[in-house]
């Protein structure tokens, strides 16, 4: 069955102090793995999206890797306005085009 | 900016009630979609549209129907609405391109069955 793990559930970070997210995946094959984030009280909003194995995208102070079984999401000196959940999604090569596996997400908090 | 609308951000509903979902895209999308997201669950697909007319069972319709009458409208009806039906949905839209999976959702409707 495919299925998308994320850790740590939540994690609380000083304004700076840089970490990475993780995403571990279990997929017949990977067509696509994908970053959104989520502010409380909204939907998602897109982030990346991550095709093939050593495949690597930024935007800002954000960072998404890609290895044959997880993904990395690495914060490198966070803001407090990078506080929001982050959630991994995977789709798989042979099923529903439109269909979209999602982690549970982590909760990032960063203090000032 | 690109839009995707929700009717309601709060509903409130007694067990057995019909329930109308409304959602709207203004991007001339192809796809459109509806979700729940419960905590420690995470985002689960009910149904998917990819014309005016067609719809596909995600991973949880039981309970749950769809209409697409016209491109940028999907609406999710809930039957007979349970108290498990209690959650935050959330629509999205996406557009015909490797597989749609660039999703523009709304804000979501949290809805609670009394």
């Known amino acids: 069955e495919d299925q998308v793990t994320q850790s740590p559930e939540a994690l609380r970070l000083q304004e700076g102090e840089s970490s990475s997210l993780n995403c571990s995946y279990t997929v017949s094959g990977l067509r696509g793995l994908f970053w959104y984030r989520q502010d409380p009280g909204k939907g998602p909003e897109f982030l990346f999206t991550?095709?093939?194995a050593g495949e690597e995208k930024e935007k800002e102070r954000l960072k998404a890797t890609l290895t044959k079984k997880e993904s990395f999401l690495h914060i490198t000196a966070p803001k407090p306005e990078d506080s929001a959940t982050y959630l991994c999604?995977?789709?798989?090569?042979?099923?529903?085009?439109?269909?979209?596996?999602f982690g549970t997400g982590t909760l990032l908090a960063v203090q000032p | 900016d690109v839009k995707v609308t929700q009717s309601s951000r709060y509903l409130v509903k007694r067990t057995g009630e019909k329930v109308f979902l409304e959602c709207v895209q203004d991007?001339?999308?192809?796809?459109m979609f509806w979700y729940r997201q419960d905590p420690g669950l995470g985002l689960r697909l009910i149904y998917f549209s990819y014309d005016v007319k067609m719809k596909e069972k995600g991973d949880i319709p039981e309970g749950y129907s769809v209409s697409r009458e016209k491109k940028e409208r999907f609406s999710l009806i809930l039957e007979s609405a349970s108290t498990n039906q209690t959650s935050m949905y959330l629509c999205a839209s996406s557009p015909w391109d490797r597989g749609g999976e660039k999703l523009f959702f709304g804000s979501g409707t949290q809805l609670s069955v009394l």
């Open positions: 991007m001339d999308h192809e796809n």
């Open positions: 999604a995977v789709q798989a090569r042979g099923g529903a085009t439109n269909k979209l596996i």
């Open positions: 991550l095709y093939s």
